[in-house]
């Protein structure tokens, strides 16, 4: 994206990343929750910022409703729209990395390219990318929304796994079946991933 400011200038200040992270204990890294609609994404998030919470770690969850609310409430579902959805995300959770901050994010991000993006932006070390693998038939079951009832009826359009594609990571650092697995138990498998990784330690 060609930026419309041309007279701006990045400001490091005077604290480093590093600086940071010993502040908080640990190293600040993005976990990247990608999955169906009520494939069980954001649960998970909660309960893993939770553990680290309890941990004393510093985190924070974005979750995709959430983000609509506010810093994405002019886009709509296309796939353009999704691109800039994630691009402004991949923007915010850097800063919070910078900050040396566990940013937990659980967004649909359909597409690999967009997920890439934020991967590159972040830094391959810093980014781990969750699959929360769920059958669509499972996730329509689940749906507290019902908005797998509205898209297969045609009400909504663009919609995740309907009408629209979604394309799997093709390495992630970890797949969770969330049909065969608990959140806890979940989470858990995210926990040692961070350790194994020196994100955290026991």
């Known amino acids: 994206m060609t930026p419309k400011s041309t007279n701006v200038t990045w400001f490091d200040g005077y604290l480093t990343r590093r600086e940071r992270e010993v502040l908080h204990g640990h190293k600040g890294a993005v976990i990247w929750f990608t999955g169906l609609s009520a494939s069980g994404k954001s649960t998970i998030a909660h309960y893993l910022e939770k553990m680290?919470?309890?941990?004393?770690?510093?985190?924070?969850?974005?979750?995709?409703?959430n983000v609509r609310h506010g810093l994405c409430r002019d886009l709509?579902?296309?796939?353009e729209d999704r691109r800039e959805n994630i691009r402004r995300i991949g923007e915010m959770v850097r800063l919070f990395v910078d900050a040396g901050i566990i940013a937990i994010t659980a967004f649909i991000s359909?597409?690999?390219?967009?997920?890439g993006v934020v991967r590159k932006l972040v830094g391959e070390e810093r980014f781990f990318e969750v699959y929360v693998q769920c059958p669509v038939e499972v996730c329509a079951i689940r749906d507290p929304k019902g908005l797998y009832q509205r898209a297969m009826a045609g009400v909504i359009k663009d919609f995740t796994g309907?009408?629209?594609p979604y394309e799997p990571p093709e390495n992630p650092a970890l797949v969770i079946r969330s049909d065969a697995v608990?959140?806890?138990?979940?989470?858990e498998e995210v926990i040692e991933?961070?350790?194994?990784a020196r994100v955290i330690s026991d």
């Open 52 to 65: 680290l919470h309890e941990r004393k770690c510093s985190t924070y969850s974005f979750d995709g409703d």
């Open 76 to 79: 709509g579902f296309c796939p």
């Open 110 to 115: 359909p597409y690999k390219a967009d997920r």
């Open 162 to 164: 309907v009408s629209a």
């Open 182 to 187: 608990t959140p806890v138990e979940a989470a």
């Open 193 to 196: 991933v961070l350790n194994r």
